[in-house]
């Protein structure tokens, strides 16, 4: 198929996106009465929020022919996103549970061997043309197919040369040992156009201190983005270092902050918009999900939410 310029959306990703159920009202999993049912995935997570934003966002993937394969598609369709998704009928939609405590939530996933994970380089070649293109290692820790889904959008550029293809690290230790993940995710990290990490997961897998260690680590990667949590976000460019420090939040719920701050930045990417705009748009995407419940909290209008991240920079310059 031949896709004319109108067909060309702002951010394409792709990995996989889960039915989450969690209790309603929140409690320990075991004391709950009834559960409700959304959808997460750290990929769809930045569609949604780039397309509430106005953008003109896809996300590709794999589902099971269930029940729970046509939520995803509906509830990410509800939010705007583009659903480039495939069904396998061998294959079943991965579920997860959140249990929340009075130490914090925990997570239970059932995505062992689910559709997603069946994902391959094949995905790539069916998608349409798209300004920038959004992976996680999330995918890659999913399979063997799936982490050379990731390797080769990363490093063969299917989809051109003029497409950004950005990298959010985004380790997670129930999925994969660190031992493993380390050198793998450091080599898809290197091949990215935009990095995202944090100081502490790169400390994690990599025993570094500092942004320019991560630098050092790769340093064939375009603009890494180094999160440091309450401190401050820091962009290492061709250019220089651009820092902005994190503004004070009062914290509802941690989880899909990470994927709301890569959303701000990259809808400050897709506008063209001075380095230190992408930073506080980033943070200030991230502090609205972190005052909401659910891993797509919900974010202000992009009016909004560029005037506050404009704020923001002008109280810490």
């Known amino acids: 198929m031949t896709?004319?310029?109108?067909?060309?959306?702002?951010?394409?990703?792709?990995?996989?996106?889960?039915?989450?159920?969690?209790?309603?009202?929140?409690?320990?999993?075991?004391?709950?009465?009834?559960?409700r049912v959304e959808v997460a995935g750290a990929e769809s997570n930045v569609?949604?929020?780039?397309?509430?934003?106005?953008?003109?966002?896809?996300?590709?993937s794999r589902v099971g022919a269930d029940p729970f394969g046509e939520v995803v598609r509906e509830r990410l369709t509800a939010y705007g996103v583009t659903c480039l998704i495939e069904t396998d009928p061998a294959h079943r939609t991965g579920v997860f549970f959140k249990d929340p405590?009075?130490?914090g939530t925990r997570v239970h996933y059932y995505r062992d061997g689910s559709a997603a994970s069946m994902m391959d380089t094949r995905l790539l070649g069916a998608l349409p043309p798209a300004r920038v293109v959004h992976l996680t290692g999330i995918t890659a820790a999913l399979s063997p197919s799936c982490a050379e889904l990731v390797a080769y959008a990363l490093r063969d550029r299917p989809f051109g040369l003029d497409v950004t293809v950005t990298f959010d690290v985004n380790y997670r230790p129930g999925l994969w040992p660190v031992e493993r993940a380390a050198p793998i995710l450091r080599e898809l990290a290197d091949a990215a156009d935009v990095v995202f990490v944090g100081l502490d997961e790169a400390a994690h897998l990599w025993g570094v201190t500092y942004?320019?260690?991560?630098?050092?680590?790769?340093?064939?990667?375009?603009?890494?983005v180094v999160k440091d949590g309450p401190i401050a976000a820091t962009s290492l460019t061709?250019?220089?270092?651009?820092?902005?420090a994190t503004p004070a939040v009062d914290?509802?719920?941690?989880?899909?902050?990470?994927?709301?701050f890569a959303a701000g930045y990259l809808l400050g990417l897709l506008r063209q918009a001075p380095e230190a705009l992408r930073l506080s748009l980033g943070h200030q995407a991230a502090a609205a999900a972190l005052r909401s419940a659910g891993d797509v909290g919900v974010l202000p209008a992009v009016d909004q939410l560029i005037r506050?991240?404009?704020?923001?920079?002008?109280?810490?310059?």
């Open 211 to 224: 942004p320019e260690d991560i630098r050092e680590l790769l340093p064939r990667a375009g603009t890494i």
């Open 47 to 60: 569609a949604c929020h780039l397309a509430r934003l106005g953008a003109r966002a896809a996300f590709a």
């Open 238 to 244: 061709a250019g220089g270092r651009v820092d902005v």
């Open 3 to 35: 896709h004319q310029a109108q067909d060309t959306f702002d951010l394409i990703t792709a990995g996989e996106t889960m039915v989450l159920l969690a209790p309603d009202p929140p409690a320990p999993l075991r004391q709950a009465a009834q559960l």
């Open 101 to 103: 405590g009075p130490l």
């Open 308 to 317: 506050s991240a404009e704020h923001h920079l002008e109280v810490v310059s």
């Open 251 to 260: 914290v509802v719920e941690p989880v899909g902050a990470g994927d709301a």
